[in-house]
């Protein structure tokens, strides 16, 4: 089955790529909903939140560590961000390949629409 997020991790399709690691892409959303919008996603194929084990838990935090590392990197550290993991279709998810969003840049509310 294709997925739009293994094709950017494996390079065949082009992405603003921020930063690679062996198990992890960090790149920039095509369709951004903040001044800065990054994707962080594992390399490994994992659907959903729901398909993570016990193992993956070092994954999940290092997907959070870079996140936040780039959100220092571009100075968002101290005015502050989001970290977004959407599940399944009440959700919002469209992407079926892991994927925390990282937003910043403007002032977000809450509760989410
Ligand atoms: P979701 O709604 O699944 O949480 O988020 C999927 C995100 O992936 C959306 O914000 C969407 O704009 C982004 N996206 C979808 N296709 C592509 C793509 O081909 N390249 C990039 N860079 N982002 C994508
Ligand atoms: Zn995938």
Redesign the pocket.
Known sequence: MSC?FCD?AEGR?S??IIREADDLVA?????A?APV?I?VIPKRHIPTINDVKADDAVLIGKMVLLAREIMEEQGYDRKGYRL???CNND??????HL?L?ALAGRWMSWPPG
Do not use: E, K, P, S
């Open positions: 739009i950017v399709t992405a603003r790149f920039y959303d095509i369709n909903q919008h994707l977004v993991m959407n959700g919002g998810q469209t992407v079926y994927h969003h």
